[in-house]
């Protein structure tokens, strides 16, 4: 629920954002939690909560039991940091990054570099869980069963490649906005990408499961 | 140059989304014709992004991530903590530290940690959950609210059983067993009294309630209750917005129009800006106009 907070907009030569920057309409509410404004914390959590929901269910899983805890663990370090964000990147970007950097950590604490490809094993759902809820055909849970596994494959990869990825292939961010929202030049996030790409064709080219699980998507 | 170093990565990112024009998925094409790596992070994206990422009741999701995460983080003018506050933070990290550990825990071990109570009769994702038919309507009545907890349930560490029942809380709802949710919610409740996991519990309580098919209004008068007592309770609550707007739905829903007008009329006054205030306006004009066309007849 957005609600402005009195006081939030205006300047301070100090604490407010570059101005030579795209402008970021949350930038005037960084600037009072800076400040300590506890009204401020809440709105702009509210504001930034869903995108940090979106990530952290793209990385975890929608249905995924840890969601709300990693999405408020996600907030807690979103705010943590906004003492050294410095308004490179938008307030909802940073939110992103750090969120996608909350769940890959989540994940990898969860099952560190465990991946498995056979329908019907790993963490995702189980046939019996299909049959049992809501008659779902047999094709969402391949598709369920799918996104488990490559998760799990995109957390197996070094963690710089795996944010880089995660953010471009699972959020659709550009080379360009992933350089902002992490800091780092574009042609390192494409390096990064060009890497995590080849390592991810590399996993599944040796893995006739994955090969069978992707061929499915492919069609 | 490789025709790996012109990855068209713009491209790739958008195309999952049906971003891209004619020309651009033709140049994108070409491309794919020729890079294996970027066929299969086509793949992968697709794949990752044909999931839906919001579901129903994230506004209260988002707004218990806003309560959490603003009584954890040390804000100017909050340095010295009160003693309810210390026992309000204090119950916040061991949730979240709790919840991580039971996170752990679950993953090294196939069963359940000894901390965490099964409440009901099936434990999660080993047996069949009713359909959504058979939730029992009177299910509030099902489950008392004055049910004695065991002692040797008290004994345990209080926190780690909210942890797990907050846990298995939202998987139950998650996966739509309503029934269960809301008797999970309940033990909260009951439990941990005062806490702010019994203050989330009820409000998710009052919130599946209404959403019981109809009852004769029995679950919607039991949403009304968890609401009002909310309200009383926590007059400062952070989740005082989500308390108006489910006793204004429940008034409404029980046809008690004059009451839910007030109700929205309330809500608005206070929070004209909320998320759900459009949502509260179209709720006046309705039964503003229900009420003019049943005075006209």
Redesign the interface.
Known sequence: MLRLVKGAGHSDKEEALPSQRPADDLSPLVVAVRRGSDAAVRTLLTAVGPAILKVVRRVLGARHADVEDVAAESAFAFLSALTTFRGDCSTVHFACRIAVRTSLKNRRAAAPHRVVAAIGEGDGPSLEDHQSADPSPLQELIAERRRSVLRTLLQALPEPQAEVLTLHLALGYTVEEIATAMGIPANTVRSRLRLAKSALRGRVATDGGLQELLAEEER | MSA??L?P??L???A??GLLGPAERALLDAHLARC??????L?????????????VD??L??????????Q??P????HRLTGRRWRSVATVLLL?GG??AA??WN?RRASPPDVRVDVGSHPP?T???P??SSVPAEVSEAIPRSASVPATHRQRPIVADSASLL?QA??AR???DRARAIALYQRIEQRFEGSPSAAVAQIAVGTLLLEVPSDGGRSRRSALTEFDHYLASEPGG?LR?EALVGRARALESLGERAQALAAWRSFLDL?P????ASAARSHLVALQASGSSAGER
Do not use: F, M, N, W
Request: charged share 35%; proline share 4%; hydrophobic share 35%.
């Open positions: 790996v170093d990855c990565d713009d790739l990112a958008r999952p989304d294996a790596d970027c066929r299969t992070a793949v992968v994206a697709t794949a990752l992004r044909s999931e839906a990422t919001t579901l994230d506004d999701i988002v707004a218990r991530l806003a309560s959490r995460a603003r954890r983080i804000t100017k003018g909050r979240v919840a991580a996170s752990v993953s994702d047996q069949p959950r359909p959504e846990r939202r998987e998650a996966s739509g952070a917005e929070y800006r909320s998320l759900q």
